[in-house]
């Protein structure tokens, strides 16, 4: 798996991962909280999957395929 996420982006994924998972504790209380792990899992690979579908990519020391 080739990185495709840039440092901004995997900030961004781990906040709002974490304000995701907050929400199960404190605010409306729903389990839908827990998809805040997909953020957080993503973050921390460096590699998002859909990214690689659409052929996206936000960090600049992967090439892009042709």
Known sequence: MRRNL???DRVARLVVGAVLIALVFVGPQTPWGWIG???IVTALAG???AYRI???ST???SPKRP
């Open 6 to 8: 840039a440092t901004w």
């Open 47 to 49: 590699f998002c999957p």
């Open 37 to 39: 792990i997909v953020p």
């Open 54 to 56: 659409f052929g996206l």
């Open 59 to 61: 960090c600049p020391l």
